[in-house]
């Protein structure tokens, strides 16, 4: 069983920057994909970032990859999204996910990740 508890929303300014964290707890494997994803309202969950936890890899969705990074802490069994140049499109709740897999075809389908946190909600405004 993995747990997924996130933190760091809050509202700001669009320009602004802010940082999600994800604190993951149970049993965690090298194999395992940890991502984040967000949903606005009246709008699907949609894949923003993910990474792999043994290795590091990085995959990110095209509208964030040039100003969102995510990372990965295996001692503290952490992942972070740090957003940068935020968007008034950022607004949405942001959601950690675990998986157990690969970068593969499937990895950006909420479907395809077994354990979500609660969530905590990004707002942004002009």
């Known amino acids: 069983q993995v747990r997924l508890v996130e933190s760091g929303g809050g509202s700001v300014q669009a320009g602004d920057s802010l940082s999600l964290s994800c604190a993951v707890s149970g049993r965690t494997f090298g194999s395992m994909v940890m991502s984040w994803f967000r949903q606005a309202p009246g709008k699907e969950r949609q894949f923003v970032a993910g990474?792999?936890?043994?290795?590091?890899?990085?995959s990110y969705a095209e509208s964030v990859k040039a100003r969102f990074n995510i990372s990965r802490d295996v001692a503290e069994n952490t992942v972070w999204l740090q957003m940068n140049s935020l968007e008034l499109e950022d607004t949405a709740v942001y959601y950690c996910?675990?998986?157990?897999?690969?970068?593969?075809?499937?990895?950006?389908?909420?479907?395809?990740?077994?354990?979500w946190g609660q969530g905590t909600q990004v707002t942004v405004s002009a």
């Open positions: 996910a675990a998986m157990f897999g690969a970068f593969n075809g499937g990895y950006k389908q909420p479907r395809a990740y077994n354990y």
């Open positions: 990474i792999t936890w043994g290795a590091g890899t990085k």
